[in-house]
């Protein structure tokens, strides 16, 4: 994982550490090492996901298919290929007996291994991957011999073919919409059906189809009702039944195991082989399957196709994963956790990328109706919001996974997602301008429709979603396919949502009671999307857009204050009283998104980093910091196993400046990894980069992927271990939230790409500006091939006894008109003089509200270092 660079950016990665295991791996002969990271402590509790972008597998890292989820309860696992889930799980004999458990899980880049226990002399790994655009995934059984001998393996699988929703308690519910599966084996492979027309109102005839097969010829097979290797003996859940028998885990606490749940409809089957090894040589099987919904042959066909040649569709994906792994590789010397939880994250987006087609555009209003479609959309690829049980669409996940996508150089899938978004919103809402809210793989709409009340942060997040992108990419194309929605956003908000009479009214990312309809981030989401839309309309020249959404934004800033602080704590309020406009501060996370937002530069206007204006933002952000607000603790301390440093959802009373009583005690002690996020963010905005502010909360989050995660190796889950949540690793499989999230990683990737090294592109109109600020205690930071435009950039900050300097080296591909070279230095030292590759240099000076930022013009050709000295 070390590189040689031009500028000598990018050291050594490892980490010794617990139970994980770093290392380098060929998975099969031929194929590309990929970076690894492996764990042998309790795989029967831990969760696992591997995916490709038209199908994933998730079970648990021994190699068993438990019951999992709650979207339909205990049928969140097993194979799916969106909107479809093709079975519960798929299970292997040898000689006999059952394999595994799994004794070691692996993650590697775009596949997982596992290695099973050796009996009888041969020894057995087992790896999955889902090949990209494919709607199929394969596992493949490695064996090996110390002597000659022939090996009878068996696969069962059980089917479960069902689609994404309806859920457990949606109306029509699942009881109601899965039907019967039929399965047989016809001599090369087991295929399962399932046919005909739930009795529902307006569902549609159905021909689902599953098929299983493997690269040797089969010497028999057989369809029936269980076929669940190990799990045939396990319990079935029922979401609405009290605790059935109780499962030790490893740390002797207990929770309940399942196999099958009441909504299961499957079949099952089993194929038998017989494979000759030779002593000191590994053979491989491999096994696929694959679905349609346009009955049998299309699932067929792709099941031969993926074996056709699996070791070359691995090359293939490991590669592409290679590739991205390549985007933005940081220099942290001071934070090796930090570079290395980066790198798995751009796995870990890349894992999230999922398409679904021919989705009928359906609105369920929260799920309470199954209605006609209101129309199609041939195609949505979308990065999910996370697994097992939010793997679709989101808005307003999409929109803080925007600022790591884009720094990570993973323009693509983010574009598509902003597409998909617009495509089905358009559908649902009849082009009034409102983004729905989330949206699942068939088309199902569950909230955002025109008659919801929100969320009203989706629609005022997708313009500036839109313009990030159009910032970092320079693609003016996708701008323009764009801009008419965004407007029409903004319209809509402020001509629906109650905007030109005050604030907006709907609920954003705070569902809670006692809370009034004008809430915080709502106002400050639209503050930024204003701004946001005008700084795309001075791009096109439409100047009646600009004046109109320029004017309503300052109107609403110069508010802004006076309307929200809350001067006794000091915060900002979460909401305003329904009757008088009264502050009501709740303590929720949303507090802080005034300090999270950057605003444009554009026109005459300096860039804002955070909209806090004159109040008091230190005081309000050191309070955060108090054991009211989170764990006070670090990702070392003991604190009884849970690493709880992070951020509550909702602070606890007794720690602001004055008494300040609040009528009710809405404390929740859980962390997500986004509330972190949000802080971390804040924190950087104002210059508060040390290792107990900002650097507590980026290592709050990259702390849960290295180096012992509650379950996937190097994923960002989606919440923390928490006082109230407790772990995940110790919860239900039916209870626990997402193993795998995307926008926590909005915390790690953006205030080290964004804020610390400050790259601040604006390719749109060939500008880019480099200002990094150093955190304290560090003497460098640096990245390499960061992309922007139709390039990549290598960037070096170095800070230390009074001396500042950025270097930037743009690869030729960079187009660029203006290249601004700068350094953030703080607001109490004196600057002695500047220079920029050696020569005197004019500068401009910049207050901003992180320090004193240091900018000049450029030559954008070549390599520019720009050095700032001071009086310390």
């Given at each position: 994982?070390?590189?040689?660079?031009?500028?000598?950016?990018?050291?050594?990665t490892?980490?010794?550490?617990?139970?994980?295991?770093?290392?380098?791996?060929?998975?099969?002969?031929g194929?590309?090492?990929?970076?690894?990271?492996?764990?042998?402590?309790?795989?029967?509790?831990?969760?696992?996901?591997?995916?490709?972008?038209?199908?994933?597998?998730?079970?648990?890292?021994?190699?068993?298919f438990?019951?999992?989820?709650?979207?339909?309860?205990?049928?969140?696992?097993?194979?799916?290929?969106?909107?479809?889930?093709?079975?519960?799980?798929?299970?292997?004999?040898?000689?006999?007996?059952?394999v595994?458990p799994?004794?070691?899980f692996?993650?590697?880049?775009?596949?997982?291994?596992?290695?099973?226990?050796?009996?009888?002399?041969?020894?057995?790994?087992?790896?999955?991957?889902?090949?990209?655009?494919?709607?199929?995934?394969?596992?493949?059984?490695?064996?090996?011999?110390?002597?000659?001998?022939?090996?009878?393996?068996?696969?069962?699988?059980?089917?479960?073919?069902?689609?994404?929703?309806?859920w457990?308690?949606?109306?029509?519910?699942?009881?109601?919409?899965?039907l019967?599966d039929e399965?047989e084996?016809?001599?090369?492979?087991?295929?399962?059906?399932?046919?005909?027309?739930?009795?529902?109102?307006?569902?549609?005839?159905?021909?689902?189809?599953?098929?299983v097969?493997?690269?040797?010829?089969?010497?028999?097979?057989?369809?029936?009702?269980?076929?669940?290797?190990?799990q045939?003996?396990?319990?079935?859940?029922?979401?609405?039944?009290?605790?059935?028998?109780?499962?030790?885990?490893a740390?002797?606490?207990?929770?309940?195991?399942?196999?099958?749940?009441?909504?299961?409809r499957?079949?099952?089957?089993?194929?038998?082989?017989?494979?000759?090894?030779?002593?000191?040589?590994?053979?491989?099987?491999?096994?696929?399957?694959?679905?349609?919904?346009?009955?049998?042959?299309?699932?067929?066909?792709?099941?031969?196709?993926?074996?056709?040649?699996?070791?070359?569709?691995?090359?293939?994906?490991?590669?592409e994963?290679?590739?991205?792994?390549?985007?933005?590789?940081?220099?942290?010397?001071?934070?090796?956790?930090?570079?290395?939880?980066?790198?798995?994250?751009?796995?870990?987006?890349?894992?999230?990328?999922?398409?679904?087609?021919?989705?009928?555009?359906r609105?369920?209003?929260?799920g309470?109706?199954?209605?006609?479609?209101?129309?199609?959309?041939d195609?949505?690829?979308?990065?999910?919001?996370?697994y097992p049980?939010?793997?679709?669409?989101?808005?307003?996940?999409?929109?803080?996974?925007?600022?790591?996508?884009?720094?990570?150089?993973?323009?693509?899938?983010?574009?598509?997602?902003?597409?998909?978004?617009?495509?089905i919103?358009?559908?649902?809402?009849?082009?009034?301008?409102?983004?729905?809210?989330?949206?699942?793989?068939d088309?199902?709409?569950?909230?955002?429709a025109?008659?919801?009340?929100?969320?009203?942060?989706?629609?005022?997040?997708?313009p500036?979603?839109?313009?990030?992108i159009?910032?970092?990419?320079?693609?003016?194309?996708?701008?323009?396919?764009?801009?008419?929605?965004?407007?029409?956003?903004?319209?809509?908000?402020?001509?629906?949502?109650?905007?030109?009479?005050?604030?907006?009214?709907?609920?954003?990312?705070?569902?809670?009671?006692?809370?009034?309809e004008?809430?915080?981030?709502?106002?400050v989401?639209?503050?930024?999307?204003?701004?946001?839309?005008?700084?795309?309309?001075?791009?096109?020249?439409?100047?009646?857009?600009?004046?109109?959404?320029?004017?309503?934004?300052?109107e609403?800033?110069?508010?802004?204050?006076?309307?929200?602080?809350?001067?006794?704590?000091?915060?900002y309020?979460?909401?305003?009283?329904?009757?008088?406009?009264?502050?009501?501060?709740?303590?929720?996370?949303?507090?802080?998104?005034?300090f999270?937002?950057?605003?444009?530069?554009?026109?005459?206007?300096?860039?804002?980093?955070?909209?806090?204006?004159?109040?008091?933002?230190?005081?309000?952000?050191?309070?955060?910091?108090?054991?009211?607000?989170?764990?006070?603790?670090?990702?070392?301390?003991?604190?009884?196993?849970?690493?709880?440093?992070?951020?509550?959802?909702?602070?606890?009373p007794?720690c602001?400046?004055?008494?300040?009583?609040?009528?009710e005690?809405?404390?929740e002690?859980?962390?997500?990894?986004?509330?972190?996020?949000?802080?971390?963010?804040?924190?950087?905005?104002?210059g508060?980069?040390?290792?107990?502010?900002?650097?507590?909360?980026?290592?709050?989050?990259?702390s849960?992927?290295?180096?012992?995660?509650?379950?996937?190796?190097?994923?960002?889950?989606?919440?923390?271990?928490?006082?109230?949540?407790?772990?995940?690793?110790?919860?239900?499989?039916?209870?626990?939230?997402?193993?795998?999230?995307?926008?926590?990683?909005?915390?790690?990737v953006?205030?080290?790409?964004?804020?610390?090294?400050?790259?601040?592109?604006d390719?749109?109109?060939?500008?880019?500006?480099?200002?990094p600020?150093?955190?304290?205690?560090?003497?460098?930071?640096?990245?390499?091939?960061?992309?922007?435009?139709?390039?990549?950039?290598?960037?070096?900050a170095?800070?230390?006894?009074?001396?500042?300097?950025?270097?930037?080296?743009?690869?030729?591909?960079?187009?660029?008109?203006?290249?601004?070279?700068?350094?953030?230095?703080?607001?109490?030292?004196?600057i002695?003089?500047?220079?920029?590759?050696?020569?005197?240099?004019?500068?401009?000076?910049?207050?901003?509200?992180?320090?004193?930022?240091?900018?000049?013009?450029?030559d954008?050709?070549?390599?520019?270092t720009?050095?700032?000295?001071?009086?310390?």
């Amino acid at each position: 994982m070390q590189g040689a660079t031009t500028m000598g950016l990018i050291g050594a990665t490892g980490l010794a550490s617990g139970d994980t295991k770093r290392s380098n791996t060929q998975v099969v002969e031929g194929a590309p090492e990929s970076p690894t990271l492996s764990i042998t402590e309790r795989l029967e509790d831990r969760r696992y996901v591997t995916s490709g972008t038209r199908a994933y597998i998730a079970g648990i890292q021994t190699g068993r298919f438990p019951a999992m989820g709650w979207h339909i309860g205990g049928e969140m696992e097993g194979v799916w290929s969106p909107p479809l889930k093709l079975l519960d799980g798929i299970w292997f004999e040898v000689n006999g007996e059952s394999v595994g458990p799994a004794t070691e899980f692996t993650r590697g880049y775009g596949f997982v291994k596992m290695d099973l226990p050796t009996s009888s002399g041969i020894s057995l790994e087992r790896t999955e991957f889902v090949p990209d655009d494919e709607r199929v995934a394969l596992i493949g059984l490695h064996f090996t011999a110390e002597e000659n001998t022939t090996i009878e393996i068996a696969a069962e699988a059980h089917s479960e073919l069902t689609t994404a929703y309806p859920w457990s308690d949606t109306d029509p519910s699942q009881t109601e919409f899965n039907l019967e599966d039929e399965g047989e084996f016809d001599g090369e492979r087991l295929v399962f059906r399932s046919g005909g027309t739930p009795p529902i109102e307006n569902a549609g005839q159905r021909d689902w189809a599953a098929a299983v097969g493997a690269t040797l010829e089969p010497v028999g097979g057989e369809a029936g009702e269980d076929f669940r290797g190990p799990q045939d003996e396990w319990e079935t859940y029922d979401p609405n039944a009290g605790e059935d028998e109780d499962a030790e885990l490893a740390d002797g606490s207990k929770f309940e195991r399942h196999d099958n749940s009441v909504f299961g409809r499957g079949t099952g089957g089993r194929l038998e082989y017989e494979l000759e090894v030779s002593a000191g040589e590994t053979q491989t099987i491999w096994f696929a399957v694959a679905g349609s919904e346009s009955g049998a042959d299309p699932a067929i066909e792709a099941c031969e196709a993926a074996l056709s040649d699996p070791e070359e569709a691995l090359s293939v994906k490991i590669e592409e994963r290679l590739e991205r792994y390549e985007r933005t590789r940081l220099n942290l010397p001071g934070n090796r956790r930090l570079e290395e939880a980066i790198d798995w994250t751009k796995q870990n987006l890349s894992d999230l990328v999922q398409e679904s087609r021919d989705l009928q555009i359906r609105v369920t209003n929260a799920g309470e109706n199954y209605p006609e479609p209101s129309g199609t959309v041939d195609r949505a690829r979308f990065v999910g919001a996370g697994y097992p049980d939010f793997p679709w669409l989101f808005a307003v996940d999409g929109e803080y996974t925007t600022f790591a996508s884009v720094a990570l150089g993973q323009f693509e899938p983010i574009k598509e997602h902003m597409r998909a978004l617009y495509e089905i919103s358009e559908v649902a809402n009849e082009g009034s301008g409102k983004v729905v809210h989330e949206v699942i793989t068939d088309g199902s709409v569950y909230y955002g429709a025109n008659d919801d009340p929100g969320n009203t942060d989706e629609t005022a997040k997708f313009p500036s979603a839109v313009a990030t992108i159009w910032r970092w990419s320079g693609d003016d194309a996708f701008r323009d396919e764009l801009y008419d929605f965004a407007r029409r956003n903004m319209e809509y908000l402020l001509a629906e949502f109650g905007g030109d009479e005050g604030w907006p009214v709907g609920e954003g990312n705070v569902e809670r009671e006692g809370m009034g309809e004008r809430v915080i981030d709502n106002a400050v989401y639209t503050i930024r999307g204003l701004y946001d839309l005008a700084d795309m309309a001075v791009s096109k020249g439409d100047d009646e857009t600009v004046a109109w959404a320029t004017e309503r934004a300052d109107e609403m800033l110069d508010e802004f204050n006076q309307t929200w602080w809350v001067p006794e704590a000091p915060s900002y309020a979460d909401s305003l009283d329904d009757e008088d406009d009264t502050p009501l501060y709740h303590r929720h996370w949303i507090g802080l998104t005034p300090f999270e937002i950057q605003l444009p530069e554009f026109g005459d206007d300096d860039r804002e980093l955070g909209i806090t204006g004159d109040v008091d933002a230190d005081s309000a952000l050191s309070l955060r910091e108090t054991e009211c607000f989170g764990g006070i603790g670090s990702p070392e301390d003991d604190l009884e196993g849970e690493w709880n440093i992070g951020l509550y959802h909702t602070g606890a009373p007794g720690c602001e400046r004055e008494e300040y009583d609040y009528s009710e005690d809405h404390t929740e002690r859980n962390i997500y990894t986004l509330n972190t996020a949000i802080m971390a963010i804040s924190e950087g905005n104002y210059g508060r980069l040390g290792n107990d502010k900002q650097g507590r909360f980026i290592d709050a989050n990259a702390s849960l992927q290295l180096p012992e995660p509650d379950e996937i190796p190097g994923a960002m889950p989606e919440v923390v271990p928490s006082p109230e949540y407790g772990r995940s690793i110790n919860q239900p499989f039916t209870d626990r939230l997402m193993a795998l999230q995307a926008w926590g990683s909005y915390g790690t990737v953006w205030p080290v790409v964004g804020q610390q090294l400050g790259v601040r592109p604006d390719m749109g109109r060939g500008r880019l500006e480099i200002t990094p600020q150093v955190p304290p205690k560090e003497s460098q930071i640096g990245a390499e091939n960061v992309r922007v435009g139709d390039g990549s950039i290598d960037v070096q900050a170095q800070a230390g006894d009074g001396t500042y300097s950025t270097t930037v080296c743009a690869d030729a591909d960079v187009s660029l008109k203006h290249l601004i070279v700068g350094h953030t230095i703080p607001e109490d030292i004196e600057i002695v003089s500047v220079a920029l590759d050696g020569e005197d240099a004019d500068c401009e000076v910049r207050k901003t509200n992180r320090g004193w930022e240091v900018v000049t013009e450029a030559d954008p050709d070549g390599e520019r270092t720009l050095v700032v000295e001071t009086s310390r």
